[in-house]
């Protein structure tokens, strides 16, 4: 059985959170401040980490800081409506996915185990990613959409395969830029604007309402995750 660490200090959002994460099969701890959730998360080693921002005493944001020191363990935050300068912190300081307050615990949960799968399935080596009907070759650098190939630049491929290895992941700007450092010394976030608009011109039947490299307003982007 999977479990799954709830870091949460209002008793009424994290019994709910925990009765909803039991209903779908996790065994489930909580701790109602960080110190408490780091404590726990050491110790007990938990599967995915479910995480509020706005703890007291120690900020969720440090929390996510400290939790990377030493461990991988997916994490979900919990961020406030409009709180996108948070939302982005978190991702950059290695958070794998957020849901805003209020949240549907449905959603929630969904999230969890798209978390799970997404980890196992980078956890997994390989050498071709196949997202829905798009393919990409690591070891020969190719491409394709729905069988036919298309011709990229290294920024392009680096961009695309960062993406495919996790699809549905939110990637912030920084995020992607990283990935795609070896091949590029622009050192500005925006910059990866112009190769999202690149990389849809050559891939997106209709780069003006794209269906593989999504916006995510305020955060990044991500490949969408593909049906079923
Ligand atoms: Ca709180």
Do not use: C, W
């Not at 996915?97 to 929630?108: A, G, H, T």
């Not at 500005?188 to 995510?216: C, F, M, Q, S």
């Amino acid at each position: 059985m999977r479990t799954v660490l709830v870091v949460e200090d209002e008793p009424r959002i994290a019994s709910l959170v925990r009765e909803y994460l039991e209903n779908a099969g996790f065994a489930v701890l909580v701790a109602s401040d960080g110190r408490a959730g780091l404590v726990l998360a050491r110790t007990r080693h938990p599967d995915a980490v479910v995480l509020d921002l706005g703890l007291p005493s120690m900020d969720g944001l440090d929390v996510v800081r400290e939790l990377r020191r030493d461990s991988a363990v997916p994490v979900v935050i919990l961020t406030a409506r409009g709180d996108e300068t948070d939302r982005v912190s978190g991702l950059e300081l290695g958070a794998d996915d957020y849901v805003v307050k209020p949240f549907s615990p449905r959603e929630l949960v969904a999230r969890v185990r798209a978390v799970l799968r997404r980890t196992e399935a980078a956890a997994r080596p390989t050498d071709r990613l196949v997202a829905g009907d798009l393919e990409v070759d690591l070891a020969r650098h190719r491409a394709a959409v729905a069988g036919r190939p298309v011709a990229l630049t290294p920024t392009e491929f680096a961009l695309l395969a960062a993406l495919a290895r996790e699809p549905g992941r939110v990637f912030t700007r920084g995020q992607l830029l990283d990935a795609v450092h070896g091949f590029s010394l622009e050192t500005y976030e925006r910059a990866i604007d112009g190769h999202v608009k690149n990389l849809r011109r050559k891939i997106e039947p209709d780069p003006g309402a794209p269906r593989y490299v999504l916006t995510v307003h305020g955060v990044g982007y991500a490949l969408a995750e593909p049906a079923g």
